[in-house]
């Protein structure tokens, strides 16, 4: 496998990974509207976005590498019939994507293919803030309890407090 065709591979996965994502946090926004947590499902929304410019740089580092882009989602999106399992699901996609962002990276380097070196290390940072909101989300979960936690992610209510 040459250093190209290898950062190619690991773009393309990557791409395939972040449109995955983009469903996922498209559909959790809906969810979370339907159940009457607007704050939190504007908080997906903005996620979905920040993975979609993740999507949008990956297709150029393909198309610069002269690659050809393959614009699908690795998976279908689960849906969440509670918080809790919608955090962690999100959660566990993260720390998968940070993995592998990270052997990419790694992996580029080897190559020394420095602009997708680059491009991963930056995603990787993004990631981490995301596993790191996840992760604060099911702590206060579990300390709040859903009630109080749900009533916090309304904004009728919200705006009261």
């Known amino acids: 496998m040459t250093e190209q065709s290898r950062s190619l591979e690991s ?9 995955t994502a983009v469903h996922q946090y498209l559909l959790h926004a809906h969810v979370l509207d339907d159940w009457g947590l607007d704050v939190l499902a504007a908080k997906m929304r903005e996620e979905m976005t920040e993975e979609l410019g993740h999507a949008s740089r990956f297709i150029d580092r393909i198309l610069f590498l002269g ?3 393959k614009v699908k ?19 566990d ?3 998968g994507a940070i993995a592998f962002y990270s052997d990419a990276a790694r992996a580029a380097d080897e190559d020394r293919d ?9 995603i990787v940072l993004d990631e981490e803030g995301h596993k790191d909101w996840l992760t604060r989300q099911l702590s206060l979960l579990e300390r709040l309890g859903e009630p ?3 009533a916090q992610n309304m904004s009728d209510v919200a705006e009261s407090v």
């Not at 773009?11 to 449109?19: D, H, N, S, V, W």
């Not at 279908?76 to 962690?88: K, N, R, V």
């Not at 420095?114 to 930056?122: A, C, D, N, P, S």
């Open 67 to 69: 690659g050809e882009p």
């Open 114 to 122: 420095l602009g997708t070196r680059i491009l991963f290390e930056e």
């Open 11 to 19: 773009l393309q996965k990557a791409l395939a990974m972040e449109m």
């Open 93 to 95: 996609e993260e720390k």
């Open 148 to 150: 109080t936690y749900t």
């Open 73 to 91: 989602a690795g998976k279908a999106p689960d849906y969440a019939t509670g918080l809790e399992g919608l955090f962690s699901a999100d959660l």
